[in-house]
């Protein structure tokens, strides 16, 4: 069993759905949740970060993050053509340190139609 | 002025062939990595350099040998490359000591036949 387990998708919607893109995590010492987008031929690049449980909010996404049912999810509001991409959470056990690993979950793609 | 940039984009060889992948950062980081990203998209971390110190060796077969000259590049070479090889190689570098985001460069196709 993977430590990160992500719905590989496809996931297809239309222009100004809401999108749910969820990670589940075995490793309870994991405390840090972040998600990056990666578009196709480009590198992943960070779209959100959490510590421990709770919401944050960043313009059309809001990541959670349920520590006890080791849950963690993404959503997009208004999704665009543009937010069409591959979504890959990542976690850690902590932040800083420069031996700190970051453990990728395995992508899910979406594709929003215009 | 792209922040982590690796050559080359692309890369076709063959079987048993000896290649090298470039990586350079401009951010000022301390701390570089090398993923490998799979046909499924899954990114595993190979190896991590602090300072031009490896810190981080997953397993890895030792075909493949990371050299960081200096804290703004890391560079990995394969020995007699397998078809198995064939992924998407990324550099990634942040500050090892604060939270900070991981940069990732645009990846290295490798294709081998």
């Known amino acids: 069993q993977k430590e990160v387990e992500q719905d590989p998708g496809p996931l297809s919607v239309p222009e100004g759905a809401i999108v749910s893109l969820n990670c589940t995590y075995s490793?309870?010492?994991?405390?840090?949740f972040m998600w990056y987008r990666q578009y196709s031929r480009k590198g992943p690049e960070l779209l959100m970060y959490?510590?421990?449980?709770g919401n944050k909010e960043d313009g059309r996404f809001t990541a959670q993050v349920d520590k006890s049912s080791k849950y963690i999810s993404l959503f997009i509001r208004d999704s665009q053509p543009s937010d069409s991409a591959t979504y890959l959470c990542?976690?850690?056990?902590?932040?800083?340190?420069?031996?700190?690993?970051?453990?990728f979950g395995t992508g899910t793609l979406l594709a929003v139609q215009p | 002025d792209t922040a982590v940039s690796q050559t080359p984009k692309y890369l076709v060889t063959q079987m048993g062939n000896d290649k090298s992948i470039k990586c350079e950062q401009n951010?000022?980081?301390?701390?570089m990595y090398w993923y490998k990203q799979d046909s499924k998209k899954f990114l595993k971390i190979m190896f991590s350099?602090?300072?031009?110190?490896?810190?981080i060796n997953e397993t890895v077969p030792n075909r493949f040998s990371p050299k960081s000259p200096d804290k703004a590049h890391l560079n990995l070479h394969i020995n007699s490359l397998e078809l198995g090889d064939s992924a998407v190689y990324f550099c990634?570098?942040?500050?090892?000591?604060?939270?900070?985001?991981?940069?990732f460069g645009n990846g290295t196709r490798l294709t081998v036949t």
């Open positions: 990634a570098s942040r500050l090892g000591t604060v939270n900070s985001p991981l940069h």
């Open positions: 350099y602090n300072n031009k110190e490896l810190i």
């Open positions: 990542a976690m850690s056990g902590h932040y800083g340190g420069a031996t700190n690993k970051l453990i």
């Open positions: 951010l000022g980081h301390d701390t």
């Open positions: 490793n309870s010492a994991f405390q840090y």
């Open positions: 959490t510590y421990s449980s």
